[in-house]
């Protein structure tokens, strides 16, 4: 069957830019083994030698090879072909073959930068005879400060816990004084206004430094004979219901205005309407920026060691000082990086939910 549509103009000829990328796939190839047979030498310094060792490099070194060069060899077969076919008159093709032929130089290039950011870390790791590498990743004291940092870490979790749920009732609470319909009203949305403007204007590690020492100052019954955790838990309360109060609020007016004069028509009044009609659907809108909110605040945990709270960074710090050495703090960063991670991805999925729901409901 012959074609019935013609291109007017031939494709710009791919060729030059798959020998660029073939060219840098070449010299990224170089330049990972050089960095490998450095990262030997360096291994061996430290007594880290043999023929397991020599395997796994080896295999580094020929995935190094294959990643940036397979896409460039595969734009130049691409460019060739889009060639043969622009000889031949098959200009359709010959399109198809030279966007292919870009597309998978575009890929060597990525792959190629990717790989130097590696090479870079790896050579920033070993250099000035392993320096870096023994002030923040010297395994044998992150092992054994590592159980030490796990019962402190779950001082971290405890008031992460507790806070998270004071959070959500307090950010509702004042979302809601916020909101509050009317002249009368107007009292109470100052204050909730100027309780917001305050905790976000001051750092988070200000108010646990004034809670946390201020309280306990004043003499209060009660409050003066609180733990150094409740401190920490009010401090980060305060601080993040500021934060999510104003979620709340963006959730709650959200809503078409719609739904609320529909739910006052029957009878309903302000809080009725806010808890049966309004809030339901505002919260649904509002939890992946809940979540995002959240993992900040398992973060902010780590400030609880201004006011002497013995938790995991504030035990790092006393394994550091007694050492000489940053490696325990390193392993306070890899525990936080990793509950925190699949948290991330997990609100990133509920986003991409949401989206596909909502495009799924303007269809």
């Not at 000889?87 to 998978?104: H, P, Q, W």
């Not at 870096?132 to 870490?153: E, N």
């Not at 003066?224 to 409740?230: G, H, N």
């Amino acid at each position: 069957m012959e074609r019935r549509f013609q291109a007017s103009a031939p494709p710009r000829n791919p060729s030059r830019l798959a020998f660029a990328a073939a060219g840098v796939a070449v010299f990224v190839a170089a330049a990972s083994w050089v960095t490998l047979v450095d990262f030997r030498s360096a291994l061996a310094s430290l007594d880290i030698a043999g023929p397991s060792v020599d395997g796994c490099l080896v295999a580094l070194g020929i995935i190094a090879i294959v990643i940036p060069l397979a896409p460039a060899l595969k734009a130049i077969r691409r460019a060739r072909l889009s060639r043969r076919n622009l000889e031949l008159g098959d200009l359709i093709a010959a399109r198809v073959e030279a966007a292919a032929s870009r597309n998978s130089s575009s890929v060597a290039f990525g792959t190629a930068a990717s790989q130097i950011l590696v090479l870079l870390g790896i050579l920033f790791l070993i250099a000035n005879d392993l320096a870096v590498s023994r002030t923040f990743f010297y395994l044998p004291l992150m092992l054994d400060s590592l159980v030490l940092i796990l019962k402190a870490f779950w001082i971290n979790i405890y008031i992460f816990m507790i806070a998270e749920v004071l959070v959500l009732i307090w950010g509702l609470a004042v979302a809601i004084a916020r909101l509050a319909p009317g002249p009368g009203g107007r009292p109470i949305r100052m204050i909730a206004t100027f309780y917001v403007d305050l905790f976000r204007g001051l750092p988070a590690i200000v108010n646990v430094y004034l809670i946390g020492f201020g309280i306990p100052l004043t003499g209060l019954p009660i409050l003066k004979d609180l733990s150094q955790e409740s401190f920490a838990i009010l401090a980060l309360t305060l601080t993040s219901g500021a934060y999510v109060a104003e979620v709340y609020r963006a959730g709650i007016e959200s809503i078409h205005w719609s739904q609320t004069a529909a739910a006052r028509s029957l009878g309903l009044n302000h809080l009725q309407t806010l808890r049966y009609v309004i809030v339901p659907q505002g919260v649904r809108q509002i939890i992946p920026p809940l979540l995002n909110s959240f993992i900040s605040l398992q973060k902010d945990t780590a400030l609880v060691n201004v006011i002497g709270t013995i938790d995991a960074f504030n035990q790092s710090i006393i394994i550091a000082s007694n050492h000489f050495n940053l490696s325990a703090v390193t392993t306070v960063a890899v525990i936080f990086f990793l509950i925190t991670i699949p948290q991330a991805r997990f609100v990133d999925r509920m986003i991409e939910r949401d989206r596909q729901r909502m495009r799924a409901g303007a269809k």
